[in-house]
């Protein structure tokens, strides 16, 4: 019965001293159990803060979704919005290029009108035309005519002045139209002619062989046939190709004329005009004289008129080819006989 106490005594100690050794080591961790409950309620407070910004950012990618199926299918819709924009570009551009082409058809043929009307109608732009080497051809049997079997070069001169005065009669040209007014537009910095006016102005160059077959003509006309002829006679005639003019001469009360120049050494002239009824000559024969003192006698001639303004072209016959040689008032044009 003592052991038994013993025991129960001894056993009651064991556990006295497990509970007292657990309530010691209960006090030696509770800060760091403290620690813990502060670290779980942080740990709770961030779970609560995560979450809610979870269900924020779930709430935005949603929006975003939604967003991103509306931008969707605006873009399927834009995108075939471009396709037929892109279409009806290509139309566009097709029809700009057709438009361009057709106005620049029509500005090249509106010039080329334009160069062809002047051809027959100013000066210098008739000459490749009227002076070229079948017009000169063309007039050989009238320099033969009106050579009369002369073999003298002055003679041979004065008998082809003399066959156009006699021959040829003065007649006032036709009207000839020719482009005035444009109309334009610019395309890509580009001016083309889209349309035009016409008007008319009484001048037309003949040809030679024109003039001589109506047998008449004006200025222009019958100075162009005493050049053809004079040419055609130095170069198959007589063989021998000097300097020879024709001349544009403009006047004081605004109107022009065409005549023959021939240049001769010492600083000479000899006036071929047979519309002007005009040739440079003494005691009733052709000759040269002084140039600025003839050009004057010539000027004297058109009075009232005189002559303001002189310009001088040397024409090769063989292909209508022109240059100027000069031009001025009468004595700068005197000059260029020198």
Not at 291 to 297: F, V
Request: with cysteine; aromatic share 10%.
């Amino acid at each position: 019965m003592q052991k038994a106490r013993l025991a129960v005594a001894s056993s009651l100690c064991l556990i006295l001293g497990a509970v007292l050794g657990y309530a010691g080591a209960v006090v030696t961790y509770e800060p760091q159990i403290a620690d813990l409950r502060t670290t779980l309620s942080t740990t709770r407070n961030r779970l609560t803060t995560l979450q809610t910004d979870y269900d924020s950012l779930r709430n935005d990618y949603d929006q975003l979704s939604e967003d991103h199926s509306s931008l969707t299918l605006s873009y399927s819709s834009l995108d075939a919005e471009h396709r037929n924009l892109m279409s009806n570009y290509s139309t566009l551009e097709d029809k700009y290029a057709e438009l361009a082409s057709y106005y620049q058809g029509l500005s090249e043929n509106v010039t080329a009108l334009q160069d062809l009307l002047y051809s027959y109608s100013s000066v210098p732009e008739a000459f490749p035309r009227t002076l070229n080497d079948a017009e000169a051809q063309n007039t050989e049997t009238a320099v033969l005519s009106a050579m009369g079997g002369s073999t003298d070069d002055w003679s041979s001169y004065e008998r082809i002045y003399e066959y156009i005065v006699s021959n040829i009669e003065y007649a006032r040209d036709v009207d000839m139209p020719y482009p005035s007014t444009y109309l334009h537009i610019d395309f890509d910095g580009v001016d083309y002619i889209t349309g035009f006016t016409m008007t008319t102005f009484r001048d037309y160059i003949q040809t030679p062989s024109l003039t001589l077959e109506i047998r008449q003509g004006d200025c222009d006309d019958q100075a162009v046939l005493a050049y053809a002829m004079t040419k055609h006679y130095m170069i198959h005639v007589a063989e021998a190709e000097y300097p020879l003019y024709i001349a544009y001469v403009e006047f004081s009360d605004g109107s022009g004329h065409l005549a023959v120049m021939l240049p001769v050494e010492g600083g000479q002239l000899c006036i071929i005009d047979p519309a002007g009824k005009y040739l440079t000559s003494k005691w009733g024969r052709i000759t040269s004289k002084e140039a600025l003192s003839e050009l004057q006698s010539y000027s004297d001639h058109w009075h009232p008129s005189s002559i303001e303004h002189i310009e001088l072209f040397d024409v090769d016959v063989t292909d209508g080819s022109y240059h100027l040689v000069g031009e001025g008032t009468i004595e700068e044009a005197a000059i260029i006989f020198e």
